[in-house]
């Protein structure tokens, strides 16, 4: 049984992108339920961390183990679900591309709302973009497609505005540090293709 201040420690960790207090936490020997149990809101870390768009801590949770196509018995997201509804180009990319995953994460998962990562992505021409080029050969979905599934309209959203649409997985993941502000501040990282100096 996994104590309640490791628990802590682990989610917080996972929410707020502390890879340093993450490393900490996957060295005790409860590190495999962490990393596969939800958490008391019953959301993966995984998809917590590609919510919020921590990339490195979605790489320490995969190399613990972490099923990259994993569902949330909350929503029925899985992180390539959650990084395609916060545009997060960057983790969608590195999910469908990446060639250390093998195999990539599943674009024909549906959610409880009946979507899949690549109908999400439709709403964004640079996650469209990521899942062309990671094969998908289904046709993108209209605007009245996306709005009859509950998909916010992002082809006119200013990624750097301080105005983010609503978040469309249902419930909002819960944590200690989860206020408007970090979800503004999560957004503002979203919707990025290139890797920082990537030209």
Do not use: C
């Not at 149990?37 to 919020?52: I, K, N, Q, R, V």
């Amino acid at each position: 049984m996994t104590s309640s201040r490791t628990a802590t420690a682990f989610w917080h960790a996972v929410v707020n992108g502390s890879t340093q207090e993450l490393t900490v936490q996957l060295t005790g020997r409860d590190a495999a339920l962490l990393v596969t149990t939800g958490s008391p809101d019953g959301h993966f870390a995984l998809e917590l961390a590609a919510f919020w768009g921590h990339l490195d801590v979605m790489k320490l949770l995969i190399a613990q183990g972490a099923d990259i196509d994993a569902q949330s018995p909350v929503n029925g997201a899985t992180a390539l679900h959650s990084a395609a509804v916060q545009n997060h180009g960057r983790i969608m990319k590195y999910l469908l591309l990446d060639e250390s995953l093998r195999p990539n994460a599943s674009m024909s998962i549906l959610d409880r709302q009946g979507r899949t990562a690549a109908d999400l992505a439709s709403s964004s021409e640079v996650l469209w973009s990521i899942v062309k080029a990671a094969g998908y050969t289904g046709a993108r979905k209209s605007r009245a497609e996306l709005q009859s599934l509950g998909v916010p309209d992002d082809s006119q959203h200013d990624v750097d505005s301080t105005m983010p649409p609503p978040i469309m997985l249902g419930e909002r993941p819960a944590g200690p540090a989860m206020t408007e502000q970090d979800y503004v501040r999560a957004r503002s990282f979203g919707d990025v293709l290139l890797d920082d100096g990537e030209e």
